[in-house]
């Protein structure tokens, strides 16, 4: 574990920062402050390898007996964090509550107050609609891979995605593209990265691990006027231009009067099953 080193001279360690569901950590906020928030690259690395993403705990709004929730709190406590400050936004960006005091105990109270409000119950469908929540959170298809796990929860095994990203920023990332761009499939995509250990993790293979288990489940169709066809589809997924398209093209790989889930903001909420 390294951390920044001003850590060591500090006579107290406090955090501030919001609370959202995230993707594979469970929730933002707490103890992300220190791991990943000061944290050293290797420290971040290893902490986003391959076998914690691949854990089954690892997903939205869980924290239990998640490896990765785990060690992001062994090092909050290595770092002696004793004092937070978190808040929950709305989609306005308001602060509607605010959560104070002990790392674990406060932040714990905060995320369930967030589950609350954003915890749904699994509707499964041939079809899952969703976006990415938006700019910013829109702006390239790294981004968009979090708003896609929400629908992979709710689509059915061979159904369809259509994400609405702008992705005016394309990828996002070239090491991210380059995993599918030079891949023959998903699956050979998630076979190189779980074969990487622990502390080899290379940087974005986690996005690139979660984006190729999402299309071995499914066709994700990305509909975006902001980002060129081929780019998405040597990433293996399929593009549309408008909404209306990217239905159309879900048909064609379900049927035309198959069921679909919308979920309008795919990073906002926590799909139980």
Not at 32 to 54: D, Q, R
Not at 70 to 89: C, W
Request: aromatic share 8%; net charge negative.
């Amino acid at each position: 574990m390294w951390l920044n080193s001003l850590i060591d001279w500090a006579d107290l360690v406090v955090a501030e920062g919001f609370i959202e569901p995230h993707f594979f950590a469970g929730f933002s906020g707490g103890r992300k402050s220190i791991l990943p928030g000061i944290a050293y690259a290797e420290t971040v690395l290893a902490n986003h390898c391959s076998e914690f993403i691949a854990n089954q705990y690892a997903t939205t709004g869980n924290m239990v007996n998640n490896p990765i929730n785990q060690d992001m709190i062994y090092a909050s406590q290595k770092a002696g964090l004793k004092f937070i400050l978190n808040v929950v936004l709305d989609s306005n960006k308001k602060i509607i509550g605010a959560f104070a005091g002990d790392p674990e105990k406060a932040h714990q109270v905060g995320c369930d107050f967030v589950k609350q409000l954003a915890q749904v119950k699994a509707v499964p469908a041939p079809i899952v609609i969703t976006s990415n929540g938006g700019y910013p959170l829109d702006q390239n298809i790294y981004q968009a891979v979090k708003g896609m796990t929400a629908a992979e929860a709710c689509v059915e095994q061979g159904g369809a995605i259509v994400i609405v990203a702008s992705c005016i920023d394309r990828h996002g990332g070239d090491r991210f593209y380059e995993w599918f761009a030079n891949a023959t499939s998903p699956v050979h995509v998630m076979n190189k990265i779980l074969a990487i250990p622990r502390n080899q993790t290379l940087p974005d293979q986690w996005q690139a691990q979660i984006l190729s288990r999402v299309l071995q489940k499914c066709t994700v169709i990305l509909v975006t006027d902001m980002c060129p066809p081929e780019l998405i589809e040597n990433m293996h997924m399929t593009h549309a231009y408008t909404l209306e398209e990217g239905i159309k093209k879900a048909e064609l790989i379900t049927s035309p009067n198959a069921d679909i889930t919308v979920i309008p903001d795919g990073v906002g909420v926590i799909i139980r099953q």
